[in-house]
C-alpha cells in the first residue's frame, strides 16, 4: 500500500474530495480550507487530512 501523499494539487485534491476545483478555490476564499503555495508557479497545494476536515465540517454544517 502507498503512503497518502503530504500535499496534493487542486485537482487531485477535487478528485480526492468528490467536488470540483471551483468548490476548493471557494472553500480557501472563504478561509474554510487552509492550503500552500509551492512550485514556481505557486500552485495551490492541499494537505489529504485539511480536505478531509474541511468535508467534515461542511457536512456538520449542512445538517443544523
Known sequence: M???PLLVDIQAAAH???VSP????RWTSDGDLPFVR?????KKMFSPSDLRRAVERR???NEQ
Open 59 to 61: 457536512k456538520e454544517v
Open 2 to 4: 502507498n503512503p497518502e
Open 38 to 42: 509551492a512550485g514556481a508557479g505557486g
Open 16 to 18: 480526492l474530495v468528490g
Open 22 to 25: 471551483s468548490v476548493l478555490r
